[in-house]
């Protein structure tokens, strides 16, 4: 049998955001005798070990906040130069893409592939507009166009959406059976008493996430219920902000930081409602999550519809409606549902499902784009190290 199709996977990062906990849920279940995952990062994250013992390789180069735009356009093109063996460069960077797509492209690599996982670029103004730049030629670029939404389809490749294929955010559904038992023992561990209104969030602590209005929601609601604590799950820049900002509001004993986690699939079940006021988004991960445990979802009116599982979990609250209102959202939907799975697998969300797909559309695309004498190439040496920096000479 022949080697792996290895394909370039480009990120800032492996760390637990949206988009890279859909590549490791993709990454785990593809079939790694036919499709085998390399990266191009430009900061270590939290699934850099997990990726090497799975047989990927881990390269990296500096960030444009290290070095400036021209140097960053230099070692990408002398990475993507001196690394033309790949044939397929999967790009994560939402409009950052157009500069890795253009890149791939001088550098022969046939299949180039822009895939969207948001609605808007993060950051101030400045940023945004070099974001735009940045973005200007991703579809003249690349061969191939995937969103997680057609919201994120919009945004990125909004002349061209009868070219773009959609993959699901899927998930493992198998760990996402909800159980009493995990339930209780979770909530042990927290120390939350059994009559306690859990709250849950999990995302990074970044701007988009919206943690202070979820903050004047929890405030609120703990004027109504005083027997109720809010959990945080995720890392981020504006973390210690926050932290400073729930002392302010003298709600530290009912606010409970803990951190990046690999057991959300366990903590989820400890919740009794998801509050999500995200500013925008693609189609989070954590809301199909949330509705596979049964558990009820209070969002932002503008977040995708296709995120509604049909489960009766998900309540829409406008971003302009007060916290008061929000706080009585939480107190009226926090109902559990069991028995989701089903419909959740019925939907398109079952990563099996995604994996099936994916995979065939790499081996397509190899097939259509590439030439015969390229499908099968040899390993690369085993005496190189699978973690590499690329910094430019």
């Known amino acids: 049998m022949g080697s792996p199709i290895r394909v370039l996977h480009v ?138 939404s057609k919201p994120a389809a919009e945004w990125l490749f909004s002349n061209n959406l009868d070219n773009v294929y959609y993959l699901k955010n899927g998930i493992d559904t198998d760990k996402f059976a909800f159980s009493s038992e995990i339930r209780k023992q979770v909530r042990n561990e927290l120390n939350v008493p059994n009559d306690c209104l859990v709250i849950g969030h999990v995302g990074s602590f970044t701007q988009p996430k919206n943690h202070r209005f979820l903050l004047n929601i929890f405030s609120e609601l703990y004027k109504m219920n005083k027997n109720s604590l809010l959990v945080l799950i995720g890392d981020g820049p504006l973390k210690n902000m926050f932290e400073v900002k729930v002392k302010e509001l003298n709600l530290q004993e009912n606010v409970k930081f803990l951190g990046t986690r690999s057991d959300i699939h366990k903590l989820l079940q400890a919740f009794d409602v998801f509050v999500f006021p995200s500013l925008y988004e693609g189609l989070p991960v954590t ?7 049964g558990l009820p979802c209070i969002i932002a009116d503008h977040i995708t519809k296709e995120v509604d599982m049909g489960v009766e979990l998900i309540s829409y609250q406008g971003m302009n409606d007060s916290s008061i209102e929000w706080a009585n959202s939480v107190l009226l939907n926090n109902s559990r549902k069991n028995k989701v799975l089903d419909v959740i697998k019925s939907s398109g969300f079952d990563i099996k499902e995604g994996v099936n797909w ?36």
Request: proline share 1%; aromatic share 10%.
């Open 11 to 148: 990120v800032v990062n492996m760390n637990r955001g949206g988009a890279e906990t859909l590549i490791m849920n993709l990454y785990r279940n593809i079939d790694r005798s036919k499709v085998q995952f390399d990266f191009l990062t430009c900061k270590e994250g939290v699934f850099d070990q997990e990726i090497l013992d799975l047989g990927g390789k881990i390269h990296r180069i500096p960030y444009i906040t290290d070095g400036g735009h021209f140097h960053y356009i230099k070692n990408l093109n002398q990475f993507l130069k001196a690394n033309n063996q790949y044939k397929i460069v999967h790009s994560h960077m939402d409009k950052m893409s157009g500069l890795v797509l253009k890149a791939a492209k001088k550098a022969g690599i046939t299949v180039r592939i822009a895939h969207s996982h948001s609605t808007r670029s993060e950051g101030k103004y400045l940023k945004r507009i070099y974001k735009w730049y940045a973005g200007i030629n991703i579809v003249k670029d690349s061969t191939h166009l995937i969103a997680c």
């Open 287 to 293: 809301l199909i999550e949330a509705q596979a445990i």
């Open 358 to 393: 994916l995979e065939s559309f790499y081996i397509d695309a190899i097939n259509t784009l590439v030439n015969k004498s390229d499908f099968h190439r040899k390993k690369g040496s085993t005496n190189v190290s699978n973690i590499m920096s690329y910094k430019s000479r």
